[in-house]
């Protein structure tokens, strides 16, 4: 059974950095597509990264240069480091797999709740 | 960057049928993709590659996409399909970008 468990989610002051982690059962993070998604409180869905198989990363405009994926393939976990976090940062974030490397989201963890503010 | 456009809200009666859309140039040619976001909870995905369901979806769910609308049709509606409703496509185009939809707040009245 997969199962994806985010953690590392808390309150940071804005310029502050914080690191997620999602902890995969039943499958394994390196060889397949993983995403980042966050959701604003009371908005819509944001697609924030992907990291590909191969190891290749793409990011959303908003958060280029500031956030990084990565995985841990020794303990089955994908990351994702958020620096210079602003207030428009603050959302639930969701680590999600991609369906059989392709691009739609086929299971999803329960989020974990980033705040920022001072 | 590629958009996708949804209607913020839809209402319908129990039984009948739910039409939720999503508008996007050209997202014929796109594969879109579907979830259902309840308070609270991760969103499920109900409809893939336009109109493939996963196991567990019930048949109700059903999706089409042509020219710049795709459709997520839910018949027979019940009380528990009251959720929010996403689209979403992978913009590849540029660089390697996922896109969702504004959502749609289903109201079974």
């Known amino acids: 059974e997969v199962q994806l468990v985010e953690s590392g989610g808390g309150l940071v002051q804005p310029g502050g950095s914080l690191r997620l982690s999602c902890a995969a059962s039943?499958?394994?993070?390196?060889?397949?597509?993983m995403s980042w998604v966050r959701q604003a409180p009371g908005k819509g869905l944001e697609w924030v990264s992907v990291?590909?198989?191969?190891?290749?990363?793409y990011y959303a405009d908003s958060v280029k240069g500031r956030f990084t994926i990565s995985r841990d393939n020794s303990k089955n976990t994908l990351y994702l480091q958020m620096n210079s976090l602003r207030a428009e940062d603050t959302a639930v974030y969701y680590c999600?797999?991609?369906?059989?490397?392709?691009?739609?989201?086929?299971?999803w963890g329960q989020g974990t709740l980033v705040t920022v503010s001072s | 960057s590629y958009v996708l456009t949804q209607p913020p809200s839809v209402s319908v009666a129990p039984g009948k049928t739910a039409r939720i859309t999503c508008g996007g140039n050209?997202?014929?040619?796109?594969?879109v993709h579907w979830y259902q976001q309840k308070p609270g909870q991760a969103p499920v995905l109900v409809i893939y590659?336009?109109?493939d369901r996963p196991s567990g979806i019930p048949e109700r769910f059903s999706g089409s996409n042509s020219g710049n609308t795709a459709t997520l049709t839910i018949s027979r509606v019940e009380a528990g399909d009251e959720a929010d409703y996403y689209c979403?496509?992978?913009?590849?185009?540029?660089?390697?970008?996922?896109?969702f939809g504004g959502g749609t707040k289903l109201t079974v009245l």
């Open positions: 990291i590909y198989s191969g190891g290749s990363t």
């Open positions: 590659y336009d109109s």
């Open positions: 999600a797999t991609h369906g059989d490397h392709t691009y739609y989201f086929d299971y």
């Open positions: 979403q496509v992978w913009d590849s185009s540029s660089d390697h970008q996922g896109v």
């Open positions: 050209n997202i014929g040619s796109k594969s």
């Open positions: 039943g499958f394994t993070v390196s060889s397949n597509y």
